[in-house]
């Protein structure tokens, strides 16, 4: 226990529990930020809301539309109506979807698995591609090797990413048939074990490497950036100074400074991850919350749009909510910031 | 002192030319020196003198663009220029180290102080951590730092600057060289740690018989530790000798100049300036800062400016002298209503300014001016000059017309061509955009200036230029000036009273006299006794 | 001037130019060039590219002509582009100034308001919005410039916040001048270039955003846009080639000129502003 007071002394344990509240508290704000823009959407739409939650398809079922208003009490006051839905979301409710006669909470964890393996391989993949072709570029920065890195990644940059996913079905699946245009697993082979996972790894081959190459290339830009802006700093130098070999400097001076700030924009750019997500996912009816998304926008299906917005926000607010955490361990100048 | 026949270094007709297009064809012209073993030799001269310049070239750390084109640096007896890089990364390092002048910067903020100082000894092959290890703890234990066991642990970020400075010599010294170069490494610090720094550097050199490089742009820190001075100007060195020869005998009329403009303790004509109006009355000031803290630990609280008290009169200057930190800046701008003030009245003219809503403070901002610190960042650089000067007269009810004509009367009054009016900042050196600083602030006819580390930021020749325009304008227009600093040696030279702070409040205040020959507090005494070149005086030399 | 030198000494930034100028061009005389509506069928069905020299670019599975359709999207992406970005530039540039300059609560306020739209998924939300509020070409502006104005308005916060306490400023309160009158005439005019650089990238972002809206059929659907024309070209990949190839380096070519264009005046634009330290 004296150890403990110690420390309680010093303040880092106040600190670091400062620090968790207010991240804590600041995630669930923002996911209640998204059910309450949710609620005032639903309430904006042209139209009367129960019809807008029923979707084109329930909007003729007068018995459906009649349980839609009492569950959300559209005869009861705004406010009322507000501490309804969030109970409900509180619940796991996310309402129901006519369309596909499950609650729109069964549909979304049904698919979610599917969406965080691309997006988390294809995360790695332009995340370690990025940086090692950023390192690259920034050590032999004026070569050949830089400006065909550099290139490539200024027109990747500028490329649609549904774009680049129909151009590679077209000459990887069509054309020279390497790898499957379309779902994720071969229908009716009904693989089990290692099989099924090198049958999902072949499918997963062009959803990850076309969502990720547009990432790939931003990350690579950024680490490039970071890396020279980093190998320009005063203790470059010092190193230089002290007789290091260039090759260790970049390895052990340079790199780690250059890289946090790619981490943190990595982080930051995992709300744009999903939003490529429904793209590659439509293209390659990839079975996740993505291609849901896109049947919901075709049946006007609203419940389950809208609830697949609220739970892709609350999957990047966690993902930024660990990083934040983990930064806590990686650099030390956190803690005295904070 | 009996110098050894071969130099420990030598430095032979050596020019780098710079890239076209700047205002000269060479970093540094055809220069020679040579720095013997056990001596401290020192490269002095103002910014842009091409000083730090052969200091990297020596340890090869020239940027890409820069490339000697001719002459010799001979390391004992081997040319450095010619030699190959992963040679000259076995010398670095090893034989010749460098301590810099930003020691935060200067020190990777990711690694621990004990994995920086290994690093020295692991890349020129000691293979045992434990013998790293031990090593590291002794070298901290050292150059003089506290509880080495646990400060080895430490991130830089922890350090102060102070401390920060004593790792890189600590890592500077690891492998014990022949040749130390420390590029400017005390300008960063405030004056008192500089002499400590400066002590060790010396104690060092002694202890090791080191040859050491350091240049420096302050004459007074030449005359502490120099044993020989090699005066540079503009990439040329103009002169070199036994630092008692240049220091007391220069001969080269740029080395005078300089000399003659090193803030020297005048002899003060006692000034009636008691007689004057009281315009400043200021009671019990306080401003507190408050950072971090949340829901469950506590801010940290600084008493910045602590219940301080002084008054001012119409032509008098007070000199506010204090090291980083020590709330003078601040105090400044609580008087200016920069920031909030947390207690206490300013009186101004007798009524009390601190209740004033910003609103209502306007009106008066015109009678209390400032002149800042940098003289790059204090001038708008979208503005031209006229813009500047007349910008305040016209937020004051002036016309435009008539502040235009004041504009043009006070570029002269400050020594500028009129014609600058219509020139952007950026077309200006240094010392005359701090004219335009005066200007702007000369403008709205103010009684009271503060003077916010004016000088500081100026090379020598130029400081001792503006601060005689200063004086001659509180000659002039009698206006009270609050001059803040942190070189005691100037505000002896201009201030009838001199207010010493220390941790936010006022320890010692009096007249030049009195606060330098008999201070009182010890602080006081500390910063005294730390003033570089105490001993030396430059008046002397250039009678 | 200085400044055009500096940019001309860029040859992506002239190359991105060039390529601009073409598509602004094609945007403005598609109507000229192609009088007949780009919806209208006017030859045989899935045409290769020049196999009939009046459909150089061929035509889809309704005979509708290729370029037509390039030129008319060029309009819709043009548009698009710059309306939302600049009414985006608007709202960041709003909130970050005044967060910026007042700071302390107004900061905290505006900047968590800012933080909590940069946090959810920009391209999920704008799907949203544009769903519920019906596919037109305002509610698609409206909704890109809902996702994208907060970077904007972190750039242009941390512009007023490191320019509010630079000398110069303080200088200017000194002087007595007026908050909004230190905001505008001390402040902003040094922030300008960033946000010029950052608006010129946000337009090339926002045609993007535009053409993955309309892909997933959220397109106005009384204008014929290149993302539009990939969606439907979609289940023809293996018969018609060309109806998704050629929209798409539409896209690719406007969007990399508009990114060299914003590199370009990136790199002419900071020496300027570098040149105080020099």
Same mark, same amino acid.
């Given at each position: ?28 704000? /923002?996911?209640? $930020? ?170 997963? /081959? ?64 995992? $709300? ?31 419940? /389950? ?34 | ?197 400066? +002590? ?23 005359? +502490? ?319 | ?21 073409? !598509? ?7 109507? #000229? ?28 599975? #309704?005979?509708?002509? @290729? ?72 509610? @698609? ?107 798409? !380096? ?29």
């Amino acid at each position: 226990m004296p150890a403990l007071l110690t420390l309680c002394r010093q303040g880092k344990i106040l600190k670091t529990l400062d620090f968790l509240f207010q991240r804590f508290v600041k995630a669930i704000l /923002v996911v209640l $930020g998204v059910v309450i823009l949710n609620f005032v959407l639903i309430h904006m739409a042209p139209g009367d809301p129960a019809s807008v939650l029923a979707g084109e398809a329930g909007a003729g079922d007068a018995k459906f539309i009649a349980q839609l208003r009492a569950q959300f009490g559209l005869d009861q006051p705004l406010y009322w109506q507000l501490w309804t839905y969030l109970k409900g979301v509180l619940t796991g409710d996310l309402g129901y979807s006519y369309r596909n006669q499950v609650p729109v909470m069964t549909l979304i964890l049904d698919r979610l698995p599917a969406t965080l393996l691309l997006t988390g391989c294809a995360f790695v993949f332009s995340l370690v591609l990025g940086i090692l072709l950023g390192v690259i570029a920034a050590y032999r920065r004026g070569s050949i090797a830089d400006s065909v890195v550099m290139t490539s990644a200024l027109v990747f940059y500028a490329t649609p990413l549904f774009w680049i996913a129909l151009m590679s079905v077209l000459v990887f699946s069509l054309h020279l048939d390497w790898l499957p245009p379309f779902d994720m697993e071969s229908i009716g082979a009904n693989y089990t074990g290692w099989a099924r996972v090198a049958d999902i790894a072949h499918h997963l /081959v062009l959803p990850t490497v076309t969502l990720g190459l547009f990432f790939t290339a931003v990350y690579t830009r950024l680490t490039r950036a970071s890396m020279l802006e980093v190998m320009a700093l005063d203790f470059v130098k010092t190193a230089r100074a002290k007789g290091v070999p260039k090759a260790q400097i970049i390895r052990r001076h340079v790199l780690r400074n250059a890289i946090l700030p790619v981490f943190t924009f990595a982080s930051m750019q995992a $709300g744009q991850l999903v939003g490529g997500a429904v793209l590659t996912e439509t293209v390659f009816a990839w079975p996740g919350i993505g291609r849901l998304m896109f049947d919901a926008l075709l049946q006007r299906d609203y419940p /389950v749009l809208l609830g697949v917005f609220l739970v892709t926000a609350a999957v990047v607010v966690l993902v930024n909510l660990i990083t934040d955490l983990l930064y806590r361990f990686v650099d030390p100048r956190i803690e005295a910031a904070s | 002192m009996n110098a050894p026949r071969t130099p420990l270094l030598r430095v032979e007709n050596l020019s780098i030319p710079l890239p076209t297009g700047l205002d000269r064809e060479f970093a540094v012209e055809n220069i020679s020196y040579d720095l013997h073993a056990g001596e401290i030799l020192c490269i002095v001269g103002e910014s842009g003198s091409g000083k730090s310049m052969t200091a990297n070239a020596i340890m090869g750390l020239l940027p890409d663009y820069l490339n000697p084109s001719g002459g010799k640096i001979l390391f004992r007896g081997k040319d450095l220029l010619t030699m190959r890089e992963s040679d000259l990364e076995q010398e670095r390092g090893r034989s010749m180290a460098m301590v810099f002048q930003e020691p935060l910067s200067a020190l990777n903020p990711l690694m621990k102080v004990r994995d920086q100082i290994a690093e020295v000894m692991e890349v020129h092959g000691e293979r045992n951590a434990e013998t790293r290890d031990r090593r590291v703890l002794d070298l901290l234990e050292y150059v003089g730092l506290p509880d080495p066991a646990n400060l080895r642990d430490a991130y830089p970020f922890r350090l102060s600057g102070g401390q920060r400075q004593r790792v890189m010599i600590a890592m500077a010294l690891a492998l014990e060289p022949a040749l130390l170069i420390a590029d400017e490494p005390t300008t960063a610090l405030d004056v008192t740690t500089q002499a400590q720094i400066l +002590d060790l550097i010396r104690r060092i050199q002694k202890a090791k018989g080191m040859g050491v490089m350091f240049v420096t742009h302050d004459f007074g820190v030449v005359a +502490d530790i120099a044993d020989r001075v090699v005066v540079m100007e503009r990439g040329i060195v103009v002169e070199q000798g036994l630092a008692e020869d240049v220091l007391n005998r220069p001969k080269h009329p740029y080395t005078r100049r300089l000399i003659a403009a090193v803030p020297h303790r005048e002899a003060h004509d006692a000034k009636a300036a008691a007689e004057g109006d009281l315009i400043l009355d200021v009671r019990n000031l306080r401003k507190t800062y408050r950072s971090g803290g949340g829901f469950f630990s506590r801010p940290r609280v600084v008493n910045a400016v602590n219940d301080i008290s002084f008054t001012l009169r119409r032509g008098e200057t007070l000199g506010v002298v204090g090291e980083s930190g020590s709330g003078k800046s601040t105090l400044g701008r609580c008087l200016l209503k920069l920031t909030e003030v947390d207690g206490g009245q300013v009186l101004f003219r007798g009524s009390d300014v601190v209740p004033l809503s910003a609103g209502a403070f306007r009106p008066l901002r015109r009678h209390m001016q400032m002149v800042f610190q940098d003289p790059f960042a204090s001038l708008n650089p979208r503005q031209t000059v006229g813009r500047i000067l007349t910008d305040g007269p016209v937020a004051n009810g002036v016309s435009y017309a008539d502040a235009e004509i004041k504009a043009r009367e006070l570029l002269a009054l400050v020594g500028l061509e009129t014609s600058a009016f219509d020139r952007y900042p950026q077309e200006f050196s240094g010392g005359q955009r701090q004219r335009v600083g005066i200007a702007r602030a000369l403008a709205l006819d103010p009684e009271l200036l503060v003077a916010d580390e004016s000088v500081s930021a100026l090379d020598v020749s130029v400081q001792a230029q503006v601060l005689e325009l200063l004086q001659d304008l509180q000659r002039k227009l009698n206006i009270a000036i609050i001059f803040i600093t942190h070189d005691l040696r100037i505000a002896a030279q201009i201030c009838d009273r001199i207010a010493v702070m220390y941790r936010g409040e006022i320890v010692e205040s009096g007249p030049p006299e009195q606060v330098f020959d008999a201070p009182q507090h010890a602080y006081t005494q500390r910063l005294i006794a730390a003033i570089p070149g105490l001993h030396w005086n430059p008046r002397l030399a250039v009678l | 001037m200085n400044f055009f030198k500096r940019y001309a000494r860029n040859y992506g930034a002239l190359i991105g130019l060039a390529i601009l100028f073409v !598509v602004v061009v094609l945007a403005f005389a598609a109507p #000229l060039i192609f009088p007949v509506s780009p919806w209208q069928s006017v030859g045989d069905p899935l045409l290769p590219p020049s196999e009939d020299p009046a459909f150089p670019f061929g035509t889809d599975m #309704l005979g509708r002509d @290729i370029a037509a359709g390039l030129a008319y999207g060029a309009r819709v992406s043009l548009l698009i582009g710059v309306i939302s970005t600049a009414v985006a530039v608007v709202i960041g540039v709003s909130i970050g100034a005044l967060a910026g300059f007042y700071g302390g609560r107004v900061d905290d306020l505006l900047m968590r308001f800012t933080e909590f739209f940069q946090t959810i998924p920009a391209f999920a939300m704008a799907v949203v919005l544009v769903a519920i509020f019906n596919p037109t070409i305002v509610s @698609i502006t409206l909704a890109i410039a809902v996702v994208s104005w907060p970077p904007v308005a972190r750039l242009v916060r941390g512009e007023f916040l490191s320019l509010r306490s630079r000398e110069f400023v303080q200088a200017a309160v000194v002087i007595g001048q007026s908050g909004p009158r230190i905001m505008f005439t001390q402040i902003l005019p040094n922030a300008i270039s960033p946000i010029i650089v950052t608006a010129s990238l946000m337009v090339a972002t926002a045609i993007l955003t535009e053409s993955s809206l309309s892909f997933l059929g959220l397109g106005d659907r009384n204008m014929m846009s290149w993302g539009f024309m990939i969606g439907a070209a979609r289940t023809m990949l293996r018969e018609a080639w060309w109806m998704s190839v050629f929209p798409g !380096v539409a896209i690719l070519l406007t969007v990399l000129a508009i990114n060299l264009i914003g590199e370009g005046l990136n790199d002419a634009m900071n020496p300027h502003l570098r040149g105080r330290k020099g």
